[in-house]
């Protein structure tokens, strides 16, 4: 069961737990929502508030709802739940019920949806969201490598106004 907590309690290793295990993207409301899995993305402060950064391509299903919406969320699990995350991060939320067909099961707090599974949730406002610009890159390598259809992300960075946990 989820337990609101103090996000200033947190302890975290942001390059374990969005590096290496991964977490969900999610916005919407309890009657439509997205989600979709997520391996870059940080956590600190900025603006004098505690902030969770997150990068989304324009061609995911996902980004139509986090501009949407007011609120997103960082969802991070337990073990055992990957082959969930690789299906999130694999399959549209255009074709597929993702929480259906995972058993992931939705939980939403009144501002977005998360999921009851996670054992960590951030609730996240929206403070500032800005495409990435091609001539912004110093490191043109970095961009070679990582954008070849220039797809380039979305960055989004939202305050962290609630935080949840198992």
Not at 48 to 70: G, H, L, M, S, W
Not at 83 to 111: M, N, V
Not at 137 to 166: C, M, S, W
Request: glycine share 6%.
């Amino acid at each position: 069961m989820l337990t609101e907590f103090d996000i200033k309690t947190l302890t975290f290793n942001p390059f374990e737990r969005i590096g290496r295990d991964w977490c969900l993207i999610t916005a919407g409301n309890k009657d439509s929502f997205n989600t979709m899995t997520a391996s870059w993305g940080s956590v600190g402060i900025l603006w004098n508030k505690e902030v969770a950064t997150c990068y989304i391509r324009p061609q995911r299903y996902t980004k139509q709802f986090v501009d949407r919406e007011e609120y997103f969320t960082l969802s991070f699990f337990p073990d055992g739940w990957r082959k969930a995350l690789a299906f999130c991060g694999k399959y549209s939320g255009r074709d597929h019920d993702k929480a259906a067909e995972t058993g992931l099961k939705p939980f939403y707090d009144g501002l977005s949806v998360a999921f009851e599974q996670a054992n960590l949730v951030l609730v996240c406002r929206k403070l500032f969201a800005q495409p990435m610009l091609e001539a912004s890159f110093t490191d043109k390598d970095t961009l070679e490598r990582n954008y070849p259809e220039r797809d380039l992300h979305t960055i989004y960075v939202g305050e962290i106004v609630k935080a949840y946990r198992q």
